[in-house]
């Protein structure tokens, strides 16, 4: 394989999100990657944070539906550890203003 970094590829892993009830969520999974934390439910990218750039990004899905707000809600308070982010409040309003606590955050689609 060309170009294959072997050392990166070793970084990432993936686990389950574990619900508020110590269960695993079906189909919600937080993503370690070198760095980044991602939450992705199903299909769909909800969020990235980049600890190197102190960077949240919003997927455009984050409201799909109120399970993903549940979800994406523990994602920021129990595993990225933003709790100002763990409400879909919090988050329109970092989206509106490109900030929180000290984070930038973005919408992208």
Not at 17 to 23: E, K, L, Q, S, T
Not at 28 to 37: A, E, K, P, Y
Not at 74 to 88: Q, S, W
């Amino acid at each position: 394989m060309q170009n294959f970094n072997e050392k990166r590829f070793l970084t990432v892993s993936v686990e389950q999100m574990i619900n508020d009830r110590g269960n695993g969520a079906m189909n919600q999974f937080v993503i370690h990657d070198d760095g980044l934390l991602m939450f992705q439910s199903y299909y769909s990218l909800i969020a990235v944070v980049d600890y190197s750039t102190k960077t949240v990004f919003v997927g455009s899905d984050y409201d799909y539906s109120t399970t993903t707000g549940k979800h994406r809600n523990i994602f920021f308070r129990d595993y990225a550890y933003i709790p100002e982010l763990a409400t879909k409040k919090g988050i329109d309003k970092a989206l509106k203003y490109g900030k929180c606590d000290g984070w930038e955050v973005k919408l992208v689609s």
